[in-house]
């Protein structure tokens, strides 16, 4: 392929979502250098390059064209959408995958010791957000006139500085939150990193590759849950072993050298293998039970 037709994935320059963002595009094989301060990375064996930038940016970069691609937080770009509709512009943007990572909501907390009774306890009082597009339509929903202070920062300080009476910002561990004596009151938006691109008429670059990326990705996403089982079964457990190896499609059934009464059975299971469920395998008659972790896959 022609060498100037670069695609450009954007993933946020350091933060969160940074490592797990690089991760997943490793794991669908791309190969590139990372410097220290570099904005762009380089991809080696596909023409995708990675441009890292603040999350905030990921939104409006993806819509314009800038990037084909882009990984972010949901929050961030459902904020993006509702300042953009707030200007009577198209949302622009679609959310290809969820991809099950970077797991977040966005909260309002109140102060130790400050009474919460449900929404109509923020009338008329200051919120501090970096959010205020998705708070105000929280707001809007819920009938409350509130006075949304926006701070771009260390929001998590604003009742201690008398700046605000409540805050809205994002919870992960709530480790933020505890350190500065707030508590959870309401979620609006639980969020997780997603892939995006543009609904808008931009150039696109290389379709083929897009579409290459998502394959690979979805095979990344679903060997993440995935095991896979073997065992040793009486020929007479199967049908019962069969149905107790959770989500598998037919299991591969195979002869046992010298022991006709029973079988080896390989089974790829698409979700969680739990112990409960290999003890009930082994009181069904099996035995040399390993699960082992997927890597690739592809339907
Ligand atoms: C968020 C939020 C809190 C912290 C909460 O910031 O603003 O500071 O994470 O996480 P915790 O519940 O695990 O303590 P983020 O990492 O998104 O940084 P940013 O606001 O600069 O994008
Ligand atoms: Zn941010």
């Not at 904005?39 to 990921?58: A, F, K, Q, S, T």
């Not at 929050?75 to 797991?103: I, K």
């Amino acid at each position: 392929m022609d060498k100037t037709l670069r695609m450009r994935v954007g993933v946020q320059k350091s933060g969160r979502l940074t490592d797990n963002s690089l991760d997943l595009l490793h794991r669908c094989g791309l190969v590139y250098s990372r410097a220290p301060d570099q904005l762009i990375c380089y991809g080696e064996n596909m023409p995708l390059d990675i441009l890292l930038v603040r999350d905030d940016d990921i939104p409006g970069l993806v819509i314009e064209g800038a990037c084909q691609l882009g990984i972010a937080g949901l929050n961030v770009v459902e904020e993006h959408r509702l300042e953009r509709l707030s200007r009577g512009e198209p949302g622009g943007l679609e959310v290809l995958r969820n991809l099950g990572v970077g797991q977040c909501r966005l909260c309002i907390a109140a102060p130790e010791g400050v009474a919460y009774e449900g929404p109509a306890s923020l009338e008329g009082k200051k919120v501090a957000t970096s959010y205020p597009f998705l708070l105000r339509d929280y707001l809007r929903r819920n009938n409350v006139e509130a006075q949304v202070v926006v701070l771009s920062g260390a929001v998590e300080i604003a009742p201690k500085l008398g700046k605000a009476d409540f805050i809205c910002d994002l919870v992960s561990t709530g480790v933020t939150l505890a350190a500065n004596h707030l508590r959870e009151v309401e979620t609006i938006l639980e969020s997780q990193s997603v892939l995006l691109r543009t609904t808008m008429e931009v150039p696109v670059v290389s379709e083929e590759w897009i579409q290459r990326l998502i394959r690979r990705l979805d095979g990344v996403l679903q060997v993440r849950e995935s095991k896979y089982i073997m065992l040793h079964a009486p020929r007479a457990a199967m049908k019962e072993i069969s149905d107790l190896l959770p989500g598998s499609e037919a299991p591969t059934v195979m002869p046992l050298e010298g022991r006709p009464d029973k079988v080896a059975v390989h089974a790829v299971c698409p979700e969680e293998v739990f112990w409960e469920t290999l003890e009930a395998l082994q009181s069904a008659g099996a035995t040399s039970l390993l699960v082992l972790p997927l890597e690739k896959m592809l339907p």
